[in-house]
């Protein structure tokens, strides 16, 4: 119960931009359990013809690895907090450099 919740909980925030690098941090924990389900218990190969192997969630496991490195984008609807402080120091520089090149 508490997994299935917490990969809707996952998606909804890669989906929606909320907090995307936790989410997919989150994401990929629950892939590797699944992998490692698929590969010891279930003992699939990696492509299986009958089923799916575990190559579908080592996909998944990429993509969010991806996200999680570059970041939710600029069109987040929460990002990083370190992304939040990192835009206001942005602006600070960039408006403090413009009243000095008014003088």
């Known amino acids: 119960m508490f997994l299935g919740a917490s990969e809707v909980a996952g ?7 909320v ?3 936790w ?7 629950i892939m590797f359990g ?15 013809e009958k089923a799916s192997g575990w190559r579908y969630g080592s996909m998944f496991v990429v993509m969010n690895l991806t996200i999680l490195c570059t970041g939710g ?4 609807l929460l990002p990083m907090p370190s992304q939040l402080v990192r835009g ?8 403090s450099s413009s009243k000095l090149q008014e003088r």
């Open 73 to 76: 984008g600029h069109i987040a």
């Open 23 to 29: 989410a997919a941090a989150g994401l990929i924990i």
């Open 11 to 17: 998606a909804l925030g890669l989906a929606f931009g």
């Open 19 to 21: 907090f995307t690098q």
């Open 34 to 48: 699944v992998i490692c389900g698929k590969v010891v218990k279930w003992k699939t190969g990696f492509w299986v």
């Open 88 to 95: 206001h120091q942005q602006k600070w520089t960039n408006a």
